[in-house]
């Protein structure tokens, strides 16, 4: 059980153009997905908080506008890269919560790379 | 703020050569400690939770254990398919992202044949 699926796994595009990610809860509901993002041997680091139904909690130094959050249902959160340039090329990981103190669970990712 | 922090960054073992990854943390209400596994390319596998100090969990090679200050996990006898980045996360008792982890840099895991 507690399977997350993310997708695309990976994805080229071109300095400019926007990337949208989508991340699904496949056998449980998510009241609350979270995106990070993961650098080349760093640690995950918290982007934002995704809550259905709200507008999502950026971390610290993140750009909402840029790193634009969609919770339109309790298993489906989206993540729109605006505007990609190089410096946001990155491997992106979301993950969602069941209910009350349980684990969080993650997607296998996507890696982004913007030429 | 919350703060995690792994040792070692890198291990090498032999295959059967048993040996232990810590975790130390500063969190203000913990509410869980986290162990995840990480293959290259792919997202955290869930490994265990851990609640309270002096609390354990075991899976297989695997043993976590919990202090109030940090947290131990125990490899015994790995093998070649245990190769894989180890990370710790805690989750605090409150915050504007109610449930959001905080991870430590992670160690990576070599068990040579």
């Known amino acids: 059980g507690a399977v997350v699926s993310q997708h695309p796994s990976w994805v080229i595009c071109k300095s400019g153009t926007s990337v949208k990610i989508e991340c699904r809860s496949l056998?449980?509901?998510?009241?609350?997905m979270f995106w990070y993002r993961q650098f080349p041997k760093q640690s995950l680091m918290l982007m934002a908080t995704?809550?259905?139904?709200?507008?999502?909690?950026?971390e610290q130094g993140v750009e909402k506008d840029k790193f634009l959050i969609n919770h339109a249902s309790l298993t489906l959160s989206t993540l729109t890269v605006t505007s990609a340039h190089p410096e946001d090329s990155s491997f992106y990981i979301c993950?969602?919560?069941?209910?009350?103190?349980?684990?969080?669970?993650f997607g296998n990712g996507t890696r982004l790379t913007v030429t | 703020e919350d703060q995690v922090t792994q040792s070692p960054e890198a291990l090498r073992l032999q295959e059967g050569e048993s040996s232990s990854l810590n975790c130390s943390y500063t969190v203000s209400g913990l509410r869980g400690l986290f162990w995840y596994r990480q293959d290259p390319g792919k997202g955290p596998e869930f490994l265990f939770t851990?609640?309270?100090a002096g609390e354990e969990k075991e899976k297989e090679r695997l043993k976590a254990t919990l202090t109030k200050k940090e947290s131990f996990l125990h490899i015994t006898a790995p093998k070649p398919e245990d190769s894989a980045t180890y990370l710790c996360?805690?989750?605090?008792?409150?915050?504007?992202?109610?449930?959001?982890?905080?991870f430590g840099q992670g160690t990576i895991l070599t068990v040579h044949p």
């Open positions: 996360a805690v989750r605090n008792a409150g915050g504007t992202s109610y449930g959001k982890l905080t």
């Open positions: 993950s969602a919560r069941g209910t009350g103190n349980s684990p969080l669970h």
């Open positions: 995704s809550n259905e139904g709200s507008k999502a909690t950026y």
């Open positions: 851990l609640y309270s």
């Open positions: 056998d449980f509901q998510a009241t609350t």
